[in-house]
């Protein structure tokens, strides 16, 4: 492509380019400081020695590297030894970090296995702008990521595939080879350890063109898959960190202007958005860096792109500039203002003409405008509502309740008003927690009722169904023991479900979280399951219509004051027909409570549930997590680690040291019940109505061990607890009810 450049044009862009340089090396770090490392500018606050960094948070290592051929300098964090490949003013630390692997010999023998970890000490993970991504045909690409607190967050993704041919034809990461997921977002992530496992057969079936797995963090849209990664992938790839000056908001760091960054007065503060901290900024009109004196500097717009219509002369002023139309023209001179125009005019006939047409003017709004004004704002209204009506699946859910026998009368609707006010507009400071469907707020009605509010998605589409999917199974269903659905909103832009509120957190914080104080009882952690057991039994067998959960975990298993199990998150639930047995459908579930034979025919049934509760049941017995990378290799997987510790008779070795003077031979009746549901073929599985039976049945035989009119330990606990407006509190138990920390799939293609 040729392109031409007029005479003028190149000499206004001489100019500018004269300038940019002057100014790079001027105004981008402190004087008698070095601007690069390398090939990598080096923007103060950042330096590469003490006395050019504003503080030790952004020293920059400047190494010297050398091959036999040539020798540079790369510059590097400190802390963490990671390459710097790019330095930003607005916030943005770009880095290079290599890739997590497994190998495998020919006959499925483990060669080397590398895990990677990311400790940063003073920036953050960018969880909005990275991404993990698995490459392989027998490949899980698993990652833990911990915040500024402590809290870890777990995530990861599948890669199966069969053979090239597979993959040649569409090179896209959608599972088949590769797969592709999102870090935990919301959090200020600081520590990140990510890893490569097989997932079935070491690779001994694909190791022809596919010896390894891989995992690796990577910046949005810097990775695109080749099937020639299959073979080898030994490469850096680039990840983007957040950084920020200090902990404080602008407004409390200005209280000390010693130790305020924006040092030249035409910038401004803004407050970081991912992490805590604030950065600057020069004022619209001005560029440079605003973290030095005299750094901002005015953009002369004259000598750049501006919108002077052709006659104006172009005037730069500090901050801005103006259009100077010629001699007995008038106007602006802009092209979006009032361009240059001839004022041959007389001044009388301008002001007669000017104030003729606002009168007319004037008129047509007072007789005509009020009257349409009103119409037009009713009817755009009305059309808004119905439009959200039907984007929030307002049809499918008349259809589907009529379909399964149900009514929109069961439940009530709530209007927007209702809901912004119990919620003070959705604030962030209400929200209990975020899962695979949305976003849950705590709300208090007008009634004074505390509830929970389900905000779907925002302009996801692949969300309605799920959304109307939990209205319909829930309008099915009637039980004590599941989470109650009040009603919902349709009018808004995203929809909105409104359930109970449920106080005590779930099961999963109770088990796993080690500043629970609140430790639970056997006889709590027996009645839980029978209690969850007679849900799903009820689900399978005593609904109008059966239905089958698909995700039943620990943490979707909530407690209410009293310590009763309360079953949520239906969003992934299915209502089987009365004339089907079984139904096919995508793989979808957590890993860790997956079941195999699901997981590998697609065929969903009753019994995928009961597989879900044994490893329910074994982690109340153990105390341990469904899956844990950081338990040894052996015990990774609870499901098969309780399995087989059953068949060594090693019970009483893996139990929760928090159970104590519980009877040995009721254990092992509990035990062989996780062992039955946690059976590979659905067919040799109980089926929940029997498990229920079966935990009732103990739990009545041995009630009098432990006397009828006695609190247990966990009761006595969970009554002392402070009730303040209506709502539980204590120190000990998160009020997080619905933080689920949960491991999503990619499982399209493959085997």
Known sequence: MTMVVHSTQLLKMAVLTVFFIKATTQLLSLPNCPTKCGSVTIPFPFGTTKDCSLDSTFLINCNKTSSSSTSSQV???????????????NGELHVAWPVARDCYAEKSKLVSQIYRGIDLKHFSISSTQNKLVAVGCDTMGALTAYDDVGNNYTTGCVALCNGLDDIVANEACSGTGCCEISIPQGHVLTKIIYTSVSVFNNHSEVYDFN??????????????FKSTDLLKLEKEFPM???????????????KDLSNYACKDNKSTCYDATERSGYLCRCFHGYWGNPYLIHGCQDINECMDSNDCVEGATCINTPGSYHCLCPARYEGNGKLNGTRCRSNTKSRKEIILITALSASISLVALLVGSFYAYLALKKRKLIKLKEQFFQQNGGLLLQQQLVMHGGSDETTKVFTVEELNEATNNFNQSKILGQGGQGTVYKGILQDKRIVAIKKSKINDPNQIEPFINEMIVLSQINHRN????????????????????ISNG????????????LKLTWKTRLRIAKETAGVLAYLHSAASTPIIHRDVKSANILLDHNLTAKVSDFGASRIVPLDHSQITTLVQGTLGYLDPEYFHTSQLTDKSDVYSFGVVLAELMTGKKALSFSRPEIDRNLAVYFVSSMKENRLLHILDNNIDDVNTEQLKKIAHIAE?????????????????????????????????GKLSSDRAASSAINVENGVYRSSTISSNSYSINQISMSLIGGR
């Not at 510059?75 to 003013?89: A, D």
């Not at 957040?242 to 760091?253: I, K, L, M, P, S």
């Open 75 to 89: 510059p590097s964090l400190p802390h963490s030894n990671q390459s710097v490949l790019n330095i930003s003013l």
């Open 211 to 224: 010896p390894c797995g891989y995992a690796f963090l990577v910046e949005n849209g810097a990775y695109n």
């Open 240 to 254: 983007l960190l957040d950084w920020a000056v200090g902990n404080q908001t602008c407004h409390q760091t200005q």
């Open 482 to 501: 599941v989470v109650k659905l009040l009603g919902c909103c349709l009018e808004t832009e995203v929809p909105l479900l409104v359930y109970e509120f």
């Open 506 to 517: 779930t099961v999963y914080q109770h088990l796993h979280d080690q500043n629970q104080s």
């Open 676 to 708: 039955r549901c946690l059976r590979v073929k659905g067919e040799e599985r109980p089926t929940m109505k029997e498990v229920a039976m079966e935990l009732e049945g103990i739990l009545v035989f041995e009630e009098h061990h432990w006397g009828s």
